[in-house]
T-cell receptor
Framework: EDQVTQSPEALRLQEGESSSLNCSYTVSGLRGLFWYRQDPGKGPEFLFTLYSAGEEKEKERLKATLTKKESFLHITAPKPEDSATYLCAVQTNAGGTSYGKLTFGQGTILTVHP | EAGVTQFPSHSVIEKGQTVTLRCDPISGHDNLYWYRRVMGKEIKFLLHFVKESKQDESGMPNNRFLAERTGGTYSTLKVQPAELEDSGVYFC??????????????FGEGSRLTVL
């Protein structure tokens, strides 16, 4: 069974204090790894997709990287508006032709204080 | 362009009652997914429609859950009869493309279901 584990469960940072979130996975045949951001009372919002080890994607203060066992979401000089829950999800061969069938981790709650 | 919309945003019902959740995907999106997040757990896949056909319903918990997508447009998810463990947030998501190297889903804001 595909498993996705995110750490830490919660992270508190001061504005400008860079850090990283971790997503480790155990799957049978990774097709893609996704990062989503979720604000309270909202649905997940797509950030990145990574498809192969060594791949990196960047968006503003966020940078996602992928290895064969885990992914990191690096946050550089965060601002209070970066506060949200960050979700990691995998798309695997077990999904068959349902390419949007994702296995999610429990998420990391990020709080950035001014 | 309107996003994925879900109704109701919150429903409170008694155990044994019936609830129907509705999802309107982004116009032109053939792929529609239902997910659920139970308190303290991760978001989990329920099922996938391609147009009006069920592509994968392996995540449906039991036969008290019935999903339909008439005409390949909006979808409904009916829970009958509801049990306490059905409480959670039900998310709908849609996507246009289908195939390898796709998978970006557009999520609605969710329907929170509370069963008392």
């Amino acid at each position: 069974e595909d498993q996705v584990t995110q750490s830490p469960e919660a992270l508190r940072l001061q504005e400008g204090e860079s850090s990283s979130l971790n997503c480790s996975y155990t799957v049978s045949g990774l097709r893609g790894l996704f990062w989503y951001r979720q604000d309270p009372g909202k649905g997940p919002e797509f950030l990145f997709t990574l498809y192969s080890a060594g791949e990196e994607k960047e968006k503003e203060r966020l940078k996602a990287t992928l290895t064969k066992k885990e992914s990191f979401l690096h946050i550089t000089a965060p601002k209070p508006e970066d506060s949200a829950t960050y979700l990691c999800a995998v798309q695997t061969n077990a999904g068959g032709t349902s390419y949007g069938k994702l296995t999610f981790g429990q998420g990391t709650i990020l709080t950035v204080h001014p | 362009e309107a996003g994925v919309t879900q109704f109701p945003s919150h429903s409170v019902i008694e155990k044994g009652q019936t609830v129907t959740l509705r999802c309107d995907p982004i116009s032109g999106h053939d792929n529609l997914y239902w997910y659920r997040r139970v308190m303290g757990k991760e978001i989990k896949f329920l099922l996938h429609f391609v147009k009006e056909s069920k592509q994968d319903e392996s995540g449906m918990p039991n036969n008290r859950f019935l999903a339909e997508r008439t005409g390949g447009t909006y979808s409904t998810l009916k829970v009958q009869p509801a049990e306490l463990e059905d409480s959670g947030v039900y998310f709908c998501a849609s996507s246009f493309r289908q195939g390898p190297y796709t998978g970006e889903l557009f999520f609605g804001e969710g329907s929170r279901l509370t069963v008392l």
